[in-house]
């Protein structure tokens, strides 16, 4: 489903699926795409996991913070960077690696629409290809 700040349903996990029940997509001076993500201890608990880029921003940045951010609720992992995304589209899994974890989202519950606009914002957040991704 996508709404006016381009909601969208995903889902993710680190070595083992999460089911993400929505994503929302947000634009402006920054690039953010949001998971919200299944809390594997709730049984309706939901866990913000964010993609964030600042592109206005970055050329006063130093080199280390530049790129995607990442923040996931579950962990308390601060400055962790996005280094590599893998899109499988048939199967709708996308495999994410930080400079700390990995994680493996669940894409399934997302309409097709949904994860075509996901997948492209990615790309666009990837605009100095400091992101390795396959499957794009």
């Known amino acids: 489903m996508v709404d006016d700040r381009r909601t969208i349903s995903v889902t993710a996990t680190q070595n083992t699926r999460n ?5 929302t997509l947000e634009s402006g001076k920054d690039l953010i795409v949001s998971f919200a993500v299944t809390a594997p ?61 990995d994680y493996e989202l669940d894409l399934r519950n997302v309409d097709r629409k949904a994860r075509l606009a996901t997948r492209k914002r990615l790309k666009k957040m990837n605009f100095d290809r400091r992101i390795d991704m396959t499957g794009f």
């Open 19 to 23: 089911r993400v029940e929505f994503i």
């Open 41 to 101: 201890t709730a049984a309706f608990g939901i866990q913000s996991l964010t993609l964030l880029r600042t592109p206005l921003y970055e050329p006063i940045l130093e080199e280390w913070e530049r790129g995607v951010s990442f923040s996931f609720e579950r962990y308390d992992d601060e400055d962790d960077h996005l280094e590599t995304l893998q899109w499988d589209g048939p199967s709708a899994v996308m495999r994410l690696k930080t400079r700390r974890r």
